[in-house]
């Protein structure tokens, strides 16, 4: 027991441990509800709040008092949060880079052991020009802003509202919108997306994106490479590129590729019916952009995007 060895060693009193998760549970890349984020929205993957707001707890006896927090607080706040307690609010190294250049995060111990607000009131959800396994299929870009929440591209999938098994309501899979806003305080489920009812507020959020867009680091994601596939290795994940050639050299075992499906959560409209609403010159374009980057990607790269569990079987055994 971590807890009581600190107490036996004393250093409970000069400790503080963290729990915390980096999204929300993967809810169904397996083909059926395999964890629950209910009533959130989504899960792993999605833009909305059930794959983006994600759980923690921290133990700190000598520091905090029990209690909850629902502060807009992002996984880039911890580090400038414990390097302050580490360094005395800065006393021990005030000429270290945490203290003289900026980050993206902020110190938000005030707000957890104080109950004060957040110094955060923005962060990008995401900025994706490439597709996500399992998830999205066009470009996705997504930031929260105070209360609200705008999605451009696919929120999900996962798009819907997955209960777990004892409750009893049903198991929607919504379609969805290319843009989408979302009022998260009135709305945390995300049920009512008021995009075409707020086009200014929708302008000022994709300019914002943009903001972030033009110093964002290039991306460098690799492709997926089926010689990986554990199902090739007795179940086990291994250095495969190791293997000569780059094959797993594994007697006995074949891989066959099956026709990808094609994902039922789908952006339904099309730039044409979008522009039907007006959402600002230099917003529209981007929009545009982004519409006309996701359709070259559904024609040039879905059929290398391919759900690991839905199309692809090694020997007709299970991962």
Sequence with gaps: NITDTLKTLKFDKNTIIVFSSDNGGNVNCMGHVTSSNYPYRGGKRAMYEGGVRSPSFIWAPAFLDSGENDEMIHVTDWLPTFWRLGSLNGKLKPNHPIST?????????????????????????NIDLEPVRCGHIVPTWALRWNDWKLIIGNGGPPSGWYPAPEVSESCNNPNQSFIELYNIKEDPYEHQNLSHLKPDLVHTLTLRLMEYNSTMVKPNNVGYDPNSKPKLFDGIWVPWLDFKDGKPSVKGVKYVVKEPKQSSDKATDTYEELSKEY?????????????????????????QEKCWKDNWEVDNTEF
């Design 101 to 125: 250049l900026p980050l993206d995060g902020f110190n938000q111990w005030d707000t957890i052991s104080q109950r004060q607000s957040s110094p955060r009131t923005e962060f990008v959800i």
């Design 279 to 303: 959402y600002g010159k230099e917003s529209t374009e981007v929009h545009k952009s982004i519409w006309l980057q996701g359709n070259q990607l559904k024609e040039e790269d879905l059929q």
